[in-house]
C-alpha cells in the first residue's frame, strides 16, 4: 500500500467514525426532545405552555433542530451505503449495534416501569416513562430495520445486537423473577403484614416484579430463539455465556445458598435476635438460589455442547466461583477463631462470625471439589487425555489468574496488617487489642495463602508431567480459519484437541439442502491432516463433497 493509498485509508476511517458518532448524538438528542414534548401532551393535552418554560424550550429545540440535522445525516449516510466498503466498516456496525442497544434498553424499561407505576396507582407518573418508552421504541424499531435490511444492513458486528439484547432480556427478567419470588416467599415466612411496603400489599409489588420478570424473558427470546442468539459462536458470543450465564449465573447460585445455609444454621445454634429479623434474608437468599441455578444449569449445558475451549473455560469459571466461596470461608472461621481466642467471652458477635464462614465454605467447598477434581490426574498424563491442549492451556491460564489474585490480596492484607500493628506499637489503644484489630486481614491472609500454595503445587506437578513427557511446546499453528458448510462444531473440536489454537469458522454459500458428508468421519481426518502442518494461519476448506484441504498461510 502506498503513502497515498493508506492516508485515504485513514481519511476515510477518521470521517466515518466522526459521522456516526455525529449521528448517534443527533438520534439521541432528537429522542430527547421529542419524549419531553410527547410528556408534555400526555400531561397537559394541548396546553404545551406550562410552568416549566427553560424545560418545553428545551424539548422544541431538541426535536425541532436536533431531529432534522439527525434525518439530514441520516439521509447522506443511507445513500452511502450502496457500496460495500461503507457497510463492511467498523463505525456503520458499531452505530447500528450502539443505537439498537441503547434504544432497546430505555424503551424496555421505560415500559415497563410504565406497567408497574400503573399497577401501583400512580396516576401521574406513568406519563412519563410511557412517552420515553414509545419514542425509543419507535428508536429501535429503526434501526432493527436498519440492521435487517437485506441490502445495507452492517456487514461487521452483526452478532453484537443479538448477544446483547438477549443478555440483557436475561438480566432484567432473572431479576423480575427474584424479587417477585423474594416477596412470595417472605409473604410465606414472615407474614402478609411484615411483606407489605409502606402503603402498599405485598400482592402488588409481587405483581410489579412479574411484569418485569415477563418484559425480561420477552426480550430475551425474542433474540435467542427468534434472532437466533443460542446458534452464534465465536469470540464476543463465548465470553457472554461464560461471563453471564455461568460467571455470574454461579455467583447468584452460590451466594444465595450460602444465605440459606447461614441463616438455618443461625437458626439452629444463635438464636440471639428476634425470629422475624433472622428470617428476612431468608426469602431473596431462596429466590436467588432457585433463579440463579435454572439460569446456571442451562447455560452449563450450552457450555458442554460447545467446543472444548467453552466447556472446560466453562468448568474453570465454575471452580473459580466456587474457590472464592470456600476461601472466605475459611478466612471468615480464622478471623472468628481469633475472635473467641483473644476474648473467650466474645458473645454472640463472633459466633455468628463462624457460622457464616461456615456456611460459605460448606456452599463453596463440595462445588470445586466435584468441579475441580484434585484427585484427579489423567488431564496431566498426556495432551490428549482428559480435554488435551485446549484443557491444558485453560489450566495454565486459571492457575496464572489464581496466583495474580491470590498476591493483590496477598499485598493488601499485609499493608493492613503492618498499619494495624504500627498503629497499636505507636500507642493507639482505641481499636481494642492487637489480635482484635488485625483477625480480619489475618483471616483473609491465611485464606490466601492456602490458596496460592495449593494451586502452586498443582502448577509444578503439572509442568513437571509436561516436560517428563516431553510435550511441553509452543503450538506449530498459531490460528486456524475453518471454512465449511456442515455443522461446524465437530470440526471445531476437532482442531482445537488437536493443535491447542483458535478457530474462526466462516459458512460457505454454495452448499446444497442435501445430507452432506458425515461430520464425525471428518472430524477424523482433519485431526490427521493437521498432523505436521506449521504456520502462523492456516486456512482448513471442506468442500460439500467433503474433501478437506489444509492450506498454510504467510504472515
Known sequence: ????????????????????????????????????????????????ATADVAGLARSLAFALIGGPLAALLWWVVWRRLADDTERASVGWGLYVSGAYVVSLVVATTNLLSTL???????????????????????????????????????????????????????????????????????????????????????????????????????????????????RLRGGLANVALIAVGVLGAG???????GVVLFVLLRLAFDRTDAMDVMLEPLAPAVAAAAVGSLVWVYHRGLA?????????GSRLVTSGVALVAAASGIGVIVNAALAMAATPLAGSGARTLLLGGISSLLVGGPVWWLTWKPLD??????????????????RRVYLIV?????????????????????????????????????????????ATGLVAGYHFAV??????????????????????????????APLHRAIEEATGAGVTVWRRADVGTGPGPDAGRLAGELAGRLEGVTGNR??????????????????
Open 116 to 230: 408497574s407505576t400503573l399497577i401501583a396507582g400512580q396516576s401521574q407518573q406513568w406519563r412519563t416513562s410511557l412517552a420515553a418508552g414509545v419514542v425509543w421504541a419507535g428508536v429501535w424499531v429503526w434501526h432493527r430495520w436498519m440492521w435487517r435490511h437485506p441490502r445495507k444492513r452492517p456487514l461487521d458486528l452483526t452478532e453484537v445486537p443479538t448477544l446483547l439484547g438477549a443478555y440483557f432480556g436475561l438480566v432484567i427478567g432473572a431479576g423480575g423473577a427474584i424479587a417477585a419470588l423474594s416477596t412470595l416467599f417472605d409473604a410465606a415466612l414472615r407474614g402478609a403484614t411484615t411483606a407489605a411496603t409502606v402503603g402498599k400489599p405485598w400482592w402488588v409489588s409481587a405483581l410489579q416484579s412479574l411484569i418485569w420478570a415477563a418484559g425480561g424473558a420477552l426480550v430475551w427470546w425474542w433474540h435467542w430463539k427468534h434472532d437466533g442468539g443460542r
Open 1 to 48: 500500500m502506498t503513502a497515498d493509498a493508506a492516508a485515504g485509508s485513514a481519511q476515510r476511517t477518521v470521517r466515518r467514525l466522526i459521522t456516526y458518532l455525529l449521528l448517534f448524538a443527533l438520534v439521541v438528542v432528537a429522542a430527547v426532545g421529542l419524549s419531553g414534548l410527547l410528556e408534555r401532551l400526555l400531561v397537559a393535552g394541548t396546553e404545551l
Open 402 to 446: 489464581v496466583f495474580g489474585v491470590s498476591a493483590v490480596v496477598a499485598v493488601i492484607t499485609l499493608l493492613v496488617i503492618g498499619f494495624r500493628m504500627f498503629e497499636y506499637y505507636l500507642g493507639d489503644l482505641s481499636g481494642g487489642s492487637l489480635v482484635e484489630r488485625i483477625r480480619a486481614p489475618l483471616g483473609l491472609l491465611v
Open 459 to 488: 502448577w509444578r506437578h503439572q509442568r513437571a508431567v509436561l516436560t517428563a513427557a516431553g510435550t511441553v511446546r509452543k503450538s506449530s499453528i498459531g490460528h486456524v480459519l475453518l471454512v465449511t458448510g456442515g455443522n461446524p
Open 538 to 555: 492456516v486456512l482448513v476448506t471442506v468442500s460439500p463433497d467433503g474433501t478437506i484441504d489444509v492450506i498454510p498461510l504467510l504472515g
Open 251 to 257: 455467583v447468584l447460585t452460590l451466594g444465595g445458598a
Open 377 to 394: 490426574r489423567t488431564s496431566l498424563a498426556a495432551p490428549g487425555a482428559a480435554g488435551g491442549p485446549a484443557w491444558l492451556n485453560a
Open 304 to 312: 458442554r455442547d460447545s467446543s472444548e475451549t467453552i466447556r472446560q
